[in-house]
């Protein structure tokens, strides 16, 4: 996708016909967007429109990607919609990727965590259960409980191990082959840990900014390009405050008092909104105001990244090594207590 636009950029900054450069992308074997290129140019031969041809393609594009093209088309400006679409998508993925990666480590801790457990505890347990046996010791509320929980973990420690891997792998191979593209597991998973979801709208309000100050450039009124900038938003909440404050300015309500309730959520481009004839506010102030809010979503980013594996090895290795411990000591201090104060029966 990011090769393809970035090709129909390049093509409509050349002055190129769509449908002559689509079809000389799809003769070269070595892209990885000729045979999307080569329907394409098909469909655009045949009379379609550009939004038509890619709604066309199956499995469809999504609205949103629609909706960018389109306003990128009626502003007269669709290199720069279609470039900030690319921008956009790469650095969320970069920032996914990266995230990803500090994975690593607190994944591998946890499977040698538990694999530890499994290796030890039963073992131990029989052990114990052995000792108090020869010692002739009644056994306590501790090593009941370790009883307890070694026979769950030498039934389905390793069960539990195996479908875990097993399903990870499956799930890997599902977004490769049905899903190409897709964010894969380990993304499906990060994507709805905070504060992930709040740096991913911070990119979308960024995305949107850029949109604004194309739409403007091209001096589109202002409730029309707010509704097209909303369109290519899937954060339902901002879109249905786009869509309501593009509503108040057509209804005549004044622009400060119709991107009030914008302000709430979206503070910068609520005050940009509401005051859009002020000459401060142009195309410059919205460009502006998308790098403000890319750069929070980068910080959130950078910031989850750092700290979240850390707090899981902290959390998932301290825990193993204490429960380690406790497994330990606990079960033998309770003997030896009552070696110590028990007559031997």
């Not at 994975?103 to 114990?128: D, E």
């Not at 700290?307 to 090594?321: K, R, S």
């Not at 406790?326 to 031997?344: G, K, Y």
Request: with cysteine; glycine share 10%.
């Amino acid at each position: 996708m990011i090769d393809l636009n970035r090709e129909i950029a390049a093509l409509v900054r050349a002055g190129v016909p769509l449908e002559a450069g689509l079809s000389a992308i799809s003769a070269d074997e070595g892209s990885p967007a000729s045979e999307l290129a080569g329907r394409l140019s098909d469909r655009l031969q045949a009379g379609m429109s550009l939004a038509d041809a890619l709604r066309a393609e199956q499995p469809g594009f999504s609205p949103e990607y629609i909706a960018i093209l389109e306003s990128g088309l009626r502003s007269g400006r669709l290199p720069e919609a279609l470039e900030s679409l690319c921008g956009l998508v790469e650095l969320e993925q970069e920032s996914l990727q990266r995230t990803q990666v500090a994975f690593v480590y607190p994944l591998l801790v946890s499977i040698l965590a538990w694999s530890g457990v499994c290796l030890f505890l039963p073992g131990f347990t029989a052990t114990l259960r052995e000792t108090y046996g020869v010692m002739n010791v009644p056994a306590g509320m501790f090593i009941g409980w370790l009883s307890s929980i070694s026979d769950f973990v030498g039934g389905w420690g390793w069960p539990l191990l195996l479908a875990v891997v097993v399903g990870m792998c499956v799930w890997s191979l599902w977004v490769a082959i049905l899903r190409p593209g897709g964010p894969g597991l380990s993304g499906s998973l990060l994507s709805s840990l905070p504060p992930l979801p709040a740096a991913r709208r911070h990119y979308e309000v960024a995305h949107a900014c850029q949109l604004l100050a194309a739409l403007i450039e091209q001096q589109v009124p202002l409730a029309d390009g707010v509704r097209l900038t909303a369109g290519t938003l899937k954060s339902r909440g901002l879109r249905l405050g786009l869509h309501k404050y593009a509503d108040s300015l057509t209804a005549g309500i004044a622009p400060a008092e119709a991107a009030t309730p914008l302000q709430a959520g979206v503070p910068l481009l609520g005050w940009l909104l509401s005051t859009p004839a002020s000459p401060v506010f142009g195309p410059a102030a919205f460009r502006q105001a998308a790098k403000s809010y890319e750069q929070r979503g980068r910080q959130q980013f950078e910031w989850f990244r750092l700290l979240f594996p850390v707090g899981v090895v902290v959390l998932i290795g301290g825990g193993a090594v204490t429960l380690y411990a406790l497994t330990v000591f606990l079960p033998l201090s309770e003997m030896l207590e009552r070696m110590m104060w028990e007559p031997a029966g």
